[in-house]
């Protein structure tokens, strides 16, 4: 009876360990960063159809200009380009 006790109570202390060392949710996106996450995901996949030759990402001037004119076309600021991983 005491084992089974002891295997309970030792188990649910693994359980809370487990959880307290469980990844935090971020804060959610404001509604700001999503526009600008969906116009970065618009705007890649258009540069991408443009040119197709070459690398898809910012080494590319092609790729890159276009992607640039594309996120200004659907509101994005240079600063707000300047966070932005692409």
Known sequence: MKKRIL???LLA???AGLTAC???HSVPLTFEEQQALA???QCSEEASAMNS???HNSSNPFWSSYFEMCMHRL???DAELKKMWY
């Open 53 to 55: 030759e070459g690398p």
């Open 39 to 41: 116009a970065k995901q």
């Open 75 to 77: 509101g994005v600021t």
């Open 7 to 9: 295997s309970a109570l």
């Open 22 to 24: 469980a990844p935090r």
């Open 13 to 15: 202390l693994c359980l």
